[in-house]
């Protein structure tokens, strides 16, 4: 006796299922697949957590900075990440802990140049480096970490807070939202 289609539907819901969670979940990008994140919570991130804006780089040193990262993406054939933030932000803090985690850390550096510019003094305000705004045609962000994905010719991909949204509370979402943008390299 064959099998029906409704027998069929049946018997291949939980794969289609797994297939469409992982989907959800980011577990793959373009790329290949996200590295697996050891440490399933943020409050069991390594501590102390980085400080990783330079508070004290003036415009000149922050364009010079994005300068030479676009040139090396276009080299290696990668994205860059311009993470906009500050150190007081503890969210920006936790997902420079999370790209630098020793199982994360191979991938960042193997699909995107990241350039962290510091672009507040305080909470909120906008007060530093507004020549990155501009330069991406931004007026505002809507929250910290702000993160543009561009390509190495500048045009960009995505430009958002949501690598730590309410959906990206775990370091494994944080890195499954950044392998969404890693590029697949020419073979």
Not at 168 to 173: D, K, M, S, Y
């Amino acid at each position: 006796m064959g099998l029906t289609l409704q027998g069929f539907i049946r018997a291949a819901a939980p794969i289609v299922g797994c297939l469409m969670l992982a989907a959800c979940h980011g577990q793959a990008s373009a790329a290949g697949p996200s590295p697996h994140v050891q440490i399933a919570k943020l409050e069991d991130l390594p501590k102390p957590l980085p400080k990783p804006y330079d508070e004290t780089a003036t415009p000149q040193a922050v364009n010079a900075a994005l300068d030479a990262a676009f040139a090396r993406a276009g080299a290696g054939h990668k994205r860059v990440i311009v993470d906009m933030g500050g150190n007081w932000c503890s969210w920006c803090r936790m997902l420079a802990a999370v790209m630098d985690l020793p199982e994360v850390k191979p991938f960042m550096d193997a699909n995107f140049e990241v350039v962290p510019v510091n672009v507040t003094s305080a909470q909120g305000s906008l007060d530093r480096n507004a020549q990155v705004l501009k330069r991406f045609g931004m007026t505002k962000v809507e929250g910290f970490p702000w993160l543009i994905v561009a390509e190495a010719d500048g045009k960009v991909v995505a430009s958002s807070d949501a690598v730590t949204d309410d959906a990206h509370h775990t370091p494994q979402t944080m890195v499954d939202w950044l392998a969404q943008y890693a590029k697949v390299k020419p073979s």
